[in-house]
């Protein structure tokens, strides 16, 4: 199998090259030259099927060429060690609880599959990674504590100082060994701006590996898909409705991908906050990227999704085809915060802002298609955004164990002032380039 770049169909690399590349050369996006199809016998063994097992045999059907069977089998027991919850809270709705792991989030999952490729290509090759990235607050989490540890890679994350909180900062800050913290006196823009100036300028001369761990990873994409496989497997194996609360749109490429597999889906519902370009979209056919606009779902404050690309890619940038699969529906603040307490007085569940996000989609899709039943994606614990939760069902949230550890530990930071020729100077002086 080999990936594509979304602005160059004839430019072509292995899965290899795209994980290390992050972004293709021509700053398209890697997708997979063809999307798998998972036959009967698989579909018919789904229900049965525990995560590892689903992503040893998905995941074969693209990378098996580079990466041998056994240790693939490796790859998904690590990468997936932790459950994936799956409960019925209404007659027609389930949710798929992704937060179960190291650092609350669904972006463990992405994270921790890529990072074990990461570890097999650079034991095969005796290469120093040094991993870039640029964070506003959970991505630098979840990529430190995936690749803590990790020999033959360091991890330098870039946050803006003060403009994370407490947990997030902690999160990047307290591993030591392979992860670097770089405090920028600025704003994500100005982290992003510098890694990706690294990319573009920076003169490896051949004794590092510099590469990219943001959600565009195609890497980080194909994990994305398996757990759709387990929801409706693990809920009667029928079409559903699935309803995925969406920022960048990679979680949601990562279900198209699954149901153009051949996965039962009746419909997408992609669930937004106030940052609506792609409901707009779906709406009228026009795409309007704008600023991104802060809100208490902040994880998809997202004004220009990165991976709306892939999706138009994967229905042949045709409207019409997307809107028969796809549709898309935002929600404002008051919405959000009203319907955690909605949902908690009539089911008792307690939902966080993104999933709140999510279960107002999917809410809104049932009410008008009273035969269908639907699964909503829930990405974060709910003691994650306590500050926002807790006020709104008058009650304490425990926080999972996980993240406890992180609310004391010493924090090791760089500090640095923004600007590419800081961080250029810092990796020169730290590789001898
Ligand atoms: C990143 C994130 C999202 C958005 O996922 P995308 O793949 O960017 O659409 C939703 N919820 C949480 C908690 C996240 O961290």
Redesign the pocket.
């Known amino acids: 199998m080999k990936f594509y770049s979304t602005r160059d169909r004839k430019l072509r690399v292995t899965f290899k090259e795209a994980l290390n590349q992050g972004l293709s050369s021509d700053l398209g996006l890697f997708m997979p030259e063809y999307i798998p199809l998972m036959g009967a016998d698989f579909f018919s063994r789904l229900p049965r099927m525990s995560m590892p097992e689903i992503a040893f045999e998905v995941g074969s059907k693209y990378i098996a060429e580079e990466i041998p069977s056994s240790i693939l089998r490796t790859i998904s027991n690590e990468a997936f060690n932790f459950p994936v919850g799956l409960k019925q809270i209404e007659e027609r709705k389930y949710v798929l609880e992704l937060f179960n792991g190291p650092t609350a ?3 463990d999952f992405g994270a921790r599959f890529m990072s074990q490729c990461f570890k097999y290509f650079s034991e095969a090759d005796n290469y120093q990674t040094v991993v870039l990235v640029a964070t506003s607050g ?1 991505t630098g989490g979840a990529i430190a504590n995936s690749f803590f540890g990790i020999e033959g890679v360091d991890v330098i994350i870039l946050y803006p100082s003060q403009k994370v909180s407490l947990l997030q900062e902690n999160q990047m800050t307290t591993y030591g060994k392979n992860i670097t913290a770089l405090e920028i006196d600025g704003t994500f823009d100005d982290c992003q701006s510098m890694v990706k100036s690294a990319f573009v300028q920076l003169e490896t001369n051949g004794k590092i590996r510099l590469t990219s761990a943001n ?1 565009i990873n195609i890497a980080r994409l194909i994990p ?1 898909s398996f757990y759709y496989y387990y929801a409706i497997g693990h809920t009667g194996n029928d079409k559903k409705v699935l309803s ?9 490429t990562g279900a198209v991908m699954a149901w153009k597999s051949g996965l039962p889906v009746e419909r997408f519902i992609a669930s937004t906050n106030i940052n609506k370009a792609v409901p707009d979209y779906l709406m009228t056919g026009l795409y309007n990227p704008a600023a991104s606009v802060k809100t208490i ?1 902040n ?2 404050d ?1 004004g220009n ?1 990165s ?1 709306f690309e892939r999706l138009l890619e994967i229905f042949d940038h045709d409207w019409e085809r997307i809107i028969s699969m796809v549709s898309g529906y935002w929600f404002d603040d008051d919405q959000i915060r009203q319907h955690i307490s909605y949902e908690y007085k009539k089911t008792g569940y307690i939902l ?1 802002p ?1 999933g709140a996000v999510a279960s107002l989609g999917l809410d809104r899709y049932l009410n008008d298609n009273r035969g269908s039943s639907g699964i909503i994606i829930e ?2 614990h709910p003691a994650k955004f306590c500050d926002i939760v807790e006020p709104v069902i008058h009650r304490s949230l425990d926080m999972p164990d996980s993240l406890k550890i992180f609310l004391s530990g010493k924090k090791k930071s760089h500090f640095m002032k923004p600007g590419y020729r800081f961080l250029e100077e810092y990796l020169k002086d730290r590789y001898k380039l």
Do not use: R
């Not at 995925?244 to 949601?252: E, L």
């Open positions: 989030a669904f972006k959970d959600s994305q995925v609360p969406s920022g960048n749109f990679g979680n949601i779902a994880a998809m997202v999704p991976n966080d993104h990405t974060a």
